[in-house]
């Protein structure tokens, strides 16, 4: 029977015909189980890829909500309403995560937004005993932009050294200082000077020897910095005008007593050709003790001045009692010196607004009220004068430039908006150019040699604009009623310059420069 067994199981070992009907039956279930299992995993991608856009739209909308200003849980609520409006598919996803959280060494700077979903499918909750779990994670980090303001603004886009602050300057202001320069040198420390103007802002470096000063911040490489007066046009005043100074003067003066008289003066004889005064009686009398008049070198106290007697006939000769008779008015007046005082007047000038070739200050100088053009030429003060402009703006055009020299005695402001308007400014053009001072035209070549030497009682009180030309500070300047704002192409405070009162107390600097741009990304 052993034998017959053993020969049955060798001739079914050399039959072959139902080899392929064996395999496919025992291959089956994998088979099977394999394409279930990729219709599974189909749809678990399906749901993952859309869970994965609407946490990320979730933290985008969060974290667009801080950089607007909200506060508290807002911008939950802000990433909930886009999470719900981004899964179609999925609606049996569980509670969503979302929160604040720290990125790249900041805090609380970015929002995370977790959500996870559980569901059974056929084949694979078969397999497994349970259903799968889906999770997925988004991470926005988002930065709010800051906008700067300053007093110090050096426009130039490229160069080294754009604002340079040297020697001993002590520049004391808390209103800011910013290079729109984006060379890695754009602000530059020499020497030993104090520079605590609150911050330093550069598009591009800033000396590191400013980052020991605990009272001032820096901030470099950033972007969106503007040129704040960019926009603006300077007005134009063509008549034409020559700058010139009027010749000293001396007068004397005179202090003297004036004294009226009005008599009734009677005539009476026989003889009616050739009657003689009988009497005199006074009407009125008065005196003025000090009365003045512009008399001559030679003139002393005690000289008469004034010495009249006028006499007016009645024009009418009467008789009675044999005798003819007649009444005449008689007015005198005399003025006699009390007192004579000499009075110097030092040569100046005072000039009209208008259009100058040049302006050199040679000798004590007001200016009216408007705008002046100088055209090629300079203004410039020089030592020992001093200059007075209230009121004024100065555009400077075709190259012309300023010079101020030290020991004349400044006073520069700049026009408000009444001032404007009544120099024919438009109402839409003074509310732009209010507190402008010096103007230099945008279209002008510029003047290199450009330099303000102040000293302790020297004013400058508005704005300086120089777009086209550098600038030199050397000296001490203080304001009235607006904060000084320096605005040149670049700007070089050296030497003794000593400027502690850019704004005066309770004004505020609100020149705008801009600043670094809002940003949101997603960062996992």
Known sequence: MLKKVKR???????????NVMMIFALGMPVFVGGAGLAVDTAQWYMWKREMQYAVDQAALAGAWSRVGGSTGDIY??????????????????????????????????????????????????MLMGHGATIAVRAQAAFEKGRTFTACLIAVDPTTSGAITIGGSAYVVANCGAAALSTNADAVIRNGSPVFDVGYIVASGGIDDEF???????????QTGLVDPFAELVPPDNPTPRTYGCEPATTKYIATYSDTKTVEEWTYSGKNRNNLPLVSKRVLSSGTE?????????????????????????????TSSGGNFNRVDTVKTQKAVINAIEEKVTEGGANPDPGTYATFVIGCNTVMKKGVYVIDGG????NANYNLVGQGVMIVLKNGAGI?????????????????????????????KLKDMLIFE????????????????????????????????FNGTFSVVKRCLVITAKTITIEGNANMTSFCPTGVNNTVSVGGGVTSVRLVA
Request: net charge negative.
């Open 289 to 317: 003790p000090a009365l003045t008049r512009e008399v001559t070198r030679q003139a002393a106290v005690g000289d008469v001045i004034i010495d009249t007697h006028t006499t007016t006939a009645t024009g009418t000769v």
């Open 211 to 221: 980052d020991g000063d605990p009272n001032l911040q820096v901030y470099e490489n």
């Open 403 to 431: 010079e101020i020299n030290g020991n004349s005695n400044l006073d520069l402001r700049a026009m408000d908006f009444d001032e404007m308007r009544a120099a024919g400014i438009s109402a839409e053009q003074a509310l």
């Open 76 to 125: 939950q609520t802000r990433a909930q309403q886009e999470l719900a409006a981004n899964l179609q598919i999925v609606d049996f996803q569980g509670t969503p995560a979302i929160s604040l959280a720290n990125y790249e060494g900041g805090t609380n700077n970015s929002v995370l937004v977790t959500l996870s979903a559980s569901k059974a499918l056929p084949f694979s909750s």
């Open 8 to 18: 049955l199981i060798k001739s079914l070992c050399r039959e072959s015909g139902g």
């Open 378 to 381: 300079l203004f410039r003060i």
């Open 441 to 472: 035209d945008r279209n002008s070549s510029g003047y290199a040699g450009n330099s303000v030497n102040g000293t302790a009682g020297a004013i400058l009180d508005g704005t300086v604009y120089l777009p086209k030309s550098p600038i030199r």
